[in-house]
């Protein structure tokens, strides 16, 4: 495995996980939390929690990269076409999922007050996105490419991004994206990833 950054692999996992959290807990959470608290401890509450959740899955993806190619390449394609099929064949219920993840969010911080709103906020973004998609697909990215380093910061990147969004444009943001046709979107990323990571397992030795 090599620490070197890749411009290259760290865009493919932003292009990846941008899209594939934009209709997920992550946007509705922190639309939430910045609804009710100061907006700029929010977002760092939240990027610090993105921090670790890439580091758990960058390390997770490094150790699964320790074995076998072949192997760790045809389970990486399994995942993207597990993840290929949960969302196509969830775009159509999108935004009704996301109303019903405010309305669950909304009840969880409702009663919190404005005192510690970074430790609050990592802790709902912490626990709502551990063992997440993007998680998993951070760590099978780890496991295909071999980049760590580019990986983490593709990654950590866009879920940053995702959140700043959530935070600056908060509701109108969540009422105009058009969630189904971004769902539909990441399905079919994922869909190319599984084909282009099973032919790559085809090809190298075991």
Excluded: Y
Aim: charged share 15%; glycine share 6%; proline share 4%.
């Amino acid at each position: 495995m090599t620490a070197a950054f890749d411009v290259g692999v760290a865009a493919t996992t932003f292009l990846v996980i941008f899209p594939t959290e934009l209709p997920d807990k992550t946007l509705v959470a922190t639309l939430v939390l910045a609804t009710r608290f100061k907006p700029m401890p929010v977002w760092v509450g939240v990027a610090a929690a993105f921090f670790v959740q890439c580091l758990v899955a960058v390390t997770f993806g490094g150790l699964v990269s320790l074995l076998p190619r072949r192997p760790v390449l045809l389970v990486v394609a399994a995942a993207f076409a597990v993840g290929a099929v949960l969302l196509l064949r969830g775009a159509s219920s999108a935004a009704s999922d996301v109303e019903e993840e405010e309305q669950e969010f909304t009840k969880a911080t409702a009663a919190r007050g404005s005192r510690r709103v970074v430790l609050t906020s990592f802790i709902v973004l912490f626990t709502a996105e551990w063992g997440d998609l993007s998680q998993l697909v951070t760590a099978g990215l780890v496991a295909r490419h071999e980049s760590p380093l580019s990986v983490f910061v593709g990654s950590w990147v866009a879920l940053c991004l995702v959140a700043a969004l959530a935070v600056l444009l908060g509701n109108r943001l969540a009422r105009r994206l058009p969630f189904v046709v971004i769902r539909r979107v990441a399905g079919l990323l994922f869909a190319a990833l599984s084909v282009v990571t099973l032919i790559e397992a085809i090809r190298v030795g075991g």
